[in-house]
Structure formats: structure tokens, C-alpha cells
């Protein structure tokens, strides 16, 4: 599977936790589903302004997320993760169109969102080595929540 090692030493990097194969399969339904969030939060507040295609402005980064963005950027892996994140990014849906720069934008996102899910992991059990379907249903509860 391509993106194997990346991923694992991304998550290595970024939280201390060691995934396998399935791990990687999970982080792609999350970057997926978060897409879709992402994409009908910044498809409404771009037509709140009366435009048709999402700006950057019109995602809802928090400050947090802003934070885990530049240090995805800071990452010996983050180059790695750029080229993985830009050739499995799913499309948005159908009524959604982001514009270039949000294009743009939208690696740095989810390598700032793979960065939070990585820390949460040690955050839902500070003993964990390496996440099984618990730790990954509970941190994806977590991001629900928020995103």
C-alpha cells in the first residue's frame, strides 16, 4: 500500500504511536469524513457572503488547529505527508467547490488535523503504544465533537 511508511513515521513523529496497515485505512475515513465537515462548513459561510467558491476564510480553523498546522509544517515527515495527503485527498462533494488558494490550504489542514488526532491518542490513554479500534473510535468521538 503506498503511503505505508510515511504514515506510520508521520505518526511516529507526531504523537509517539506506532500504526499498522488498518490504522492507515482508519486515518484515510477520517481525513475523508473531516473533508466533508470542512467542506459543508466553508460551503455555507461562503454562501452567507454570497460567493459560490469556499476562500480560506471561510474554514473553520480554530486557533488550535491553526497551531497544530505550523508545526505539521516543522515535521522531518511533513513533505512526505504533503505528497500522501494530495493523492488520496478525496473530492468534496458535488456542491462544493473550493478555490485555489483553499486548495492550497487544505494539506496544511489535515496535516494539522493528523497531528491533533496523533496527540489524542496518548490524550484517551497516556499508556498507549500503539491505538486499537477503542483509541481510534474515542479520538474520532473527540474530533466529532469539535469539527
Given at each position: 500500500m503506498a503511503g505505508v511508511p510515511e504514515v506510520k513515521r508521520f505518526?511516529?513523529?507526531?504523537?509517539?504511536?506506532d500504526v499498522d496497515k488498518s490504522d492507515i485505512d482508519r486515518f484515510r475515513a477520517f481525513v475523508d469524513e473531516k473533508i466533508d465537515d470542512l467542506a459543508?462548513?466553508?460551503?455555507?459561510?461562503?454562501?452567507?457572503?454570497?460567493?459560490d467558491v469556499i476562500a480560506p476564510q471561510d474554514l473553520p480553523i480554530t486557533k488550535g488547529l491553526q497551531e497544530r498546522m505550523r508545526e505539521f509544517?516543522?515535521?522531518?515527515?511533513?513533505?512526505d505527508m504533503r505528497d500522501w495527503i494530495g493523492?488520496?485527498?478525496?473530492?468534496p462533494p458535488?456542491?462544493?467547490?473550493?478555490?485555489e488558494e483553499t486548495e492550497d490550504v487544505l494539506t496544511e489542514v489535515f496535516g494539522g488535523l493528523g497531528i491533533g488526532l496523533a496527540r489524542s491518542f496518548r490524550?484517551?490513554?497516556?499508556e498507549v503504544g500503539s491505538p486499537n479500534?477503542?483509541?481510534?473510535?474515542r479520538s474520532f468521538a473527540l474530533f466529532r465533537l469539535l469539527i
Open positions: 505518526f511516529r513523529e507526531a504523537g509517539d504511536v459543508t462548513a466553508g460551503r455555507d459561510s461562503a454562501r452567507w457572503n454570497d460567493r509544517g516543522k515535521l522531518e515527515s511533513a513533505g493523492q488520496t485527498l478525496r473530492r458535488d456542491d462544493v467547490t473550493f478555490g490524550i484517551v490513554d497516556p479500534t477503542g483509541h481510534w473510535e
